[in-house]
């Protein structure tokens, strides 16, 4: 097996990711897939400005080699 | 989306009125491909308030006008009567680091391809991801709670991994360099990596 780890953020995003874990077919093909929730540290201050908001948002895992794959 | 007792009726009358996103996220996004087809760009007022529980509650509590969301959101504004002004959709991306192999990529989307044929044989069955998410409940219970019924199916589109078309692809580069949202000097080439092959051409 293969270990892969991959954020899991907004749900909408993550079903099928969730199904494939669910239902073992990530291991199916050889993969390991653990997930690391994406840092809510979204930023909730409200703003007009969007210089104010890090475009990176809460992938912070995957900006510090946590994980190896995300979606949006 | 707006309050169930809003006189917004159509995205035309949110010129200079707040519109709660989040900056950079989707959100942000359609918004502005939404709005622009109604109002003047200097009177598109989008303010960034985080999270899709924020944005939601900023319009609840009149903080804002309207809220850009997704699902689950919005079949929980629709159920306790906020109204929907415009609904848009885009392409979602798998982002991988450098050091992905292409076998372990083909090997996930395969699995995440069959999972997709899982949820679009019976969408309702699998909808309980989106209903409990931690995120979610605690809020859609403040309103009496959410079920598999009070979703609109033909809204959830989830498809396989595809080809990115460079025109697409160019068109959207140049749409956010209009928007001030992607330098200029960036390429298009250094930002998107197609790894499946460009569908044969018709005969």
Request: with cysteine; aromatic share 10%; charged share 20%.
């Amino acid at each position: 097996m293969k270990k892969v780890v991959s954020e899991i953020s907004g749900i909408v995003f993550s079903i099928p990711w969730l199904i494939a874990k669910d239902y073992g077919l990530f291991e199916e093909e050889g993969i390991d897939m653990q997930f690391v929730p994406a840092q809510g540290d979204r930023e909730n201050r409200v703003t007009h400005n969007p210089d104010d908001v890090n475009p990176i948002l809460g992938h912070v895992p995957y900006e510090q080699n946590m994980v190896s794959i995300y979606r949006a | 989306m707006v309050r169930p007792d809003s006189p917004h009726n159509y995205p035309g009358t949110l010129g200079n009125r707040p519109v709660a996103v989040s900056f950079h996220a989707a959100a942000h996004y359609v918004s502005l491909r939404l709005l622009e087809g109604y109002l003047p760009n200097e009177k598109i007022q989008l303010v960034s308030f985080g999270s899709p529980r924020r944005r939601f509650e900023a319009m609840l509590n009149g903080e804002a006008d309207a809220c850009v969301v997704m699902e689950p959101w919005i079949s929980l504004g629709e159920k306790i009567g906020c109204k929907s002004l415009a609904e848009g959709h885009y392409l979602g991306a798998e982002n991988a680091s450098d050091d992905m192999d292409a076998e372990t990529f083909a090997a996930i989307n395969r699995a995440v391809s069959r999972a997709i044929d899982l949820f679009n044989a019976d969408k309702r069955k699998h909808l309980h991801y989106m209903i409990n998410a931690p995120d979610f409940a605690p809020v859609a219970a403040q309103y009496g709670g959410i079920s598999p019924e009070d979703f609109h199916l033909p809204r959830l589109r989830y498809t396989k991994d595809t080809y990115y078309p460079p025109e697409i692809v160019e068109d959207t580069y140049n749409w956010m360099v209009r928007w001030g949202l992607l330098s200029a000097s960036a390429c298009t080439a250094d930002l998107v990596q197609n790894r499946q092959a460009a569908p044969a051409p018709a005969d």
